[in-house]
């Protein structure tokens, strides 16, 4: 798509913008609402129903290397729960009857 992606398991977490001044994480609504009340200026909503959902834009320039690693951190944890979450066991078989 034409930006920098950060992925697990094929799954994206994190992106950056082309011209490299803001970022995106992937959290939950929960999460990224404790991110936007600590920091309201560098952390805001995506648009739409992303945002609504956990999509987060990140300013690059006004945040500190702690608080993006704890973002990111959030973010990769999210998205290897959710592709745990959608890997399903094998049914298992019936034995044949002969």
């Known amino acids: 798509m034409g930006h920098p992606d950060f992925r697990v398991s094929g799954r994206i977490f994190a992106t950056l913008t082309e011209d490299g001044l803001r970022g995106m994480v992937q959290l939950t609504p929960e999460q990224q609402q404790e991110f936007m009340s600590a920091s309201p200026d560098t952390f805001v909503p995506a648009a739409g129903a992303w945002g609504r959902g956990g999509s987060t834009m990140v300013q690059l320039a006004s945040v ?3 608080t993006l690693g704890e973002a990111m951190t ?3 944890q999210k998205a290897v729960a ?3 979450s959608k890997t399903k066991p094998r049914p298992k078989q019936k034995p044949k009857r002969r």
């Open 64 to 66: 500190d290397a702690d």
């Open 74 to 76: 959030l973010a990769w």
């Open 82 to 84: 959710a592709k745990k």
